[in-house]
């Protein structure tokens, strides 16, 4: 896999219920990074977890960083309409001025 | 709060033609970043800009691209010879101080069209 996968490519839930997507990636990371995009917008930063974090939170998102198994997870809790996006991992380097994104997550919440 | 501004929303072009997208970053940001996004495809790295120099490019910032910081509030990025491929969204970014070690603001995007 590329760097960056997120999977599933498309969710869609019920609103009220969480959404979890998933990020794989290759290299040895300093960071992960969060992005949330609404359709034909910029990329909005929701959340970052260092290379010696194993968890982060931020209002209704969890955040896991697994650097054994090169992978993350993005959980929205209790999910409203507002948060149908395109959301996508990227990951910094070492040494590097450059983010690598990954290939994205599709969310669309029902009402 | 502060946003990163991006103008034109969407530019139009002729093959060959050149064309400058600009950017005006966050104030008192030092860091400055040009992505790109294809329709449907990964948002990619083009180059980052640091103390008035390239500080890293990827592959696609080819001799065809250039940026530049000409008055201390803007950052432009210039196409010299626009080809279909060039096709894409761009996205404009800036981080205050630690670079990819924080979070990156983006502006909305230019959405250039190559025909």
């Known amino acids: 896999s590329q760097q960056g996968e997120e999977d599933p490519q498309a969710l869609s839930i019920q609103e009220g219920e969480n959404a979890t997507m998933n990020c794989s990636y290759k290299t040895s990371i300093n960071n992960l990074q969060w992005y949330r995009q609404n359709s034909g917008r910029g990329l909005v930063h929701l959340i970052l977890i260092r290379s010696n974090e194993r968890e982060k939170h931020s209002g209704r998102l969890r955040v896991t960083l697994d650097t054994s198994k090169k992978s993350s997870s993005l959980l929205i809790t209790a999910s409203r309409a507002a948060d149908t996006a395109s959301y996508f991992c990227a990951t910094a380097d070492f040494g590097n001025e450059k983010l690598t994104f990954g290939t994205g997550t599709r969310l669309t919440i029902i009402p | 709060e502060p946003e990163v501004t991006q103008t034109p929303s969407h530019q139009v072009t002729q093959m060959g033609q050149e064309v400058i997208l600009r950017c005006v970053p966050i104030s008192n940001h030092l860091y400055f970043y040009w992505y790109r996004q294809i329709l449907g495809q990964k948002v990619e790295f083009l180059v980052s800009f640091y103390n008035n120099e390239i500080s890293e490019k990827s592959e696609i910032f080819d001799d065809q691209f250039s940026v530049e910081r000409p008055d201390g509030s803007n950052f432009t990025l210039k196409i010299r010879s626009t080809k279909l491929e060039d096709s894409a969204m761009y996205f404009c970014?800036?981080?205050?101080?630690?670079?990819?070690?924080?979070?990156?603001?983006f502006g909305s995007g230019t959405q250039l069209s190559v025909l």
């Open positions: 970014a800036s981080s205050p101080s630690g670079g990819t070690n924080e979070k990156l603001f």
